[in-house]
């Protein structure tokens, strides 16, 4: 189990910019896949950003092309760099890491998102 703390979320302007940081209570660098999920009121969690070791990414389309997910090399944190917000974007978000492939997911408490004038 590891346990993880979201942060740097809070309210933006469309167009604006924020970046979330996802700290592991332990090293997180060589787990099968990590990554940030979202979700909206009234919505089911969707998934937002993947990265797994080799670096190889996937994004939602919806996100595509404005968010990019990424890791530090210490391996206790992942980030998720969001520009060109839209209110659409406005959610909770949640932070997502895998250990293995047969592992369950461990999830962060989740980090409110809002994009509004």
């Known amino acids: 189990q590891v346990q993880l703390v979201e942060s740097g979320g809070g309210l933006v302007q469309p167009g604006g910019s924020l970046r979330l940081s996802c700290a592991a209570s332990?090293?997180?660098?060589?787990?099968?896949?990590m990554g940030w999920y979202r979700q909206a009121p009234g919505r089911q969690r969707e998934f937002v950003a993947r990265?797994?070791?080799?670096?190889?990414?996937n994004y939602a389309d919806s996100v595509k092309g404005r968010f990019t997910i990424s890791r530090d090399s210490a391996g206790n944190t992942v980030y998720l760099d969001m520009k060109r917000l839209k209110p659409d974007d406005t959610a909770v978000y949640y932070c997502?890491?895998?250990?293995?492939?047969?592992?369950?997911?461990?999830w962060g408490q989740g980090i409110q998102v809002t994009v509004s004038s």
């Open positions: 997502t890491v895998r250990l293995t492939s047969l592992s369950a997911r461990s």
């Open positions: 332990r090293s997180i660098f060589t787990s099968y896949d």
């Open positions: 990265i797994q070791s080799g670096d190889t990414t």
